[in-house]
């Protein structure tokens, strides 16, 4: 059973830094299309970032692009999401989500839609103040 637990959120001041983990038990990360996706009250679930360790190219909502970066440690089944220049409005909990990659699947295809994924940690609040 694939298994999901993100930390390192918190509070930080706009402009500062955060560095979010994703622990991926369960499987091997190699073999998912994984994503983050971040949620506010009363917003849909956004995606933030994706990637793909079979191709390497991550791809980003137009929000956080220059600002965040998704990287995977495959050895190690880690998925980080290194967030730069934070501001308030990237406050919200901040999910991982991850779905095998099936033959002939396209990892950024749709890599922003929520139902693609069918596993999904915990979530991790992310707290800017201007």
């Known amino acids: 059973q694939v298994q999901l637990v993100e930390s390192g959120g918190g509070s930080v001041q706009a402009g500062g830094s955060l560095r979010l983990s994703c622990a991926f038990s369960g499987s091997t990360v190699n073999a998912y299309c994984m994503a983050w996706f971040r949620q506010s009250p009363g917003k849909e679930r956004e995606g933030v970032a994706g990637i793909y360790a079979g191709d390497g190219n991550p791809t980003y909502a137009d929000s956080v692009k220059d600002r965040f970066h998704i990287s995977q440690d495959s050895p190690n089944n880690q998925l980080y999401l290194q967030m730069n220049s934070l501001k308030p409005e990237d406050t919200a909990t901040y999910y991982c989500?991850?779905?095998?990659?099936?033959?002939?699947?396209?990892?950024?295809?749709?890599?922003?839609?929520?139902?693609?994924?069918?596993?999904w940690g915990q979530g991790t609040q992310v707290t800017v103040s201007s």
């Open positions: 989500a991850a779905v095998v990659r099936r033959p002939f699947m396209q990892c950024d295809h749709n890599w922003d839609d929520p139902n693609r994924y069918n596993y």
